[in-house]
């Protein structure tokens, strides 16, 4: 009886444990010329965004970037793509919960494109 307390227990620990997954973002613009912003998180309370996938390409093109600012609630996106010094902006994303997507805008180059972000 003792062993099956014990047992009972451990198993109410390890459930009670929390997760360590990983979530993120793929944004797209439409047209020939795409702009795609990717971005990794934690979903542990005041998790960073993860470095190895914040990424930007503009057209095929691969932008060195990091993301100073970020803002996520569950029905609305909010990034902020700098370069890798943090001197200059090279994305801004605001997008809000259109069904399973994000919907929005992305500023790149003093323009404005429509942007679809799926959660990755």
């Known amino acids: 009886m003792p062993r099956r ?7 109410a ?3 009670a444990a929390p997760a360590h997954a990983t979530g993120g ?3 797209r613009t439409a ?7 990717s971005v990794g998180f934690g979903h542990a309370a005041g998790a960073p965004l993860l470095k190895d996938a914040t990424r930007l390409t503009d057209n095929g093109r691969n932008v060195p970037v990091t993301a ?4 996520f609630d569950g029905t609305e996106l909010r990034l902020l793509l ?15 919960r259109n069904g399973h997507s994000f919907d ?4 790149r180059g ?6 679809r972000c799926r959660e990755a």
């Open 5 to 11: 307390i014990l047992t009972c227990f451990l198993l």
């Open 13 to 15: 620990g390890l459930a």
């Open 25 to 27: 973002f793929l944004c």
């Open 31 to 37: 047209g020939v010329r795409p702009i795609q912003a």
């Open 68 to 71: 100073p600012q970020w803002w």
């Open 82 to 96: 700098a370069d890798t010094a943090g001197m200059r902006r090279e994305a801004i994303i605001k997008a809000r």
């Open 104 to 107: 929005g805008t992305l500023w």
């Open 110 to 115: 003093g323009k404005r494109y429509w942007v």
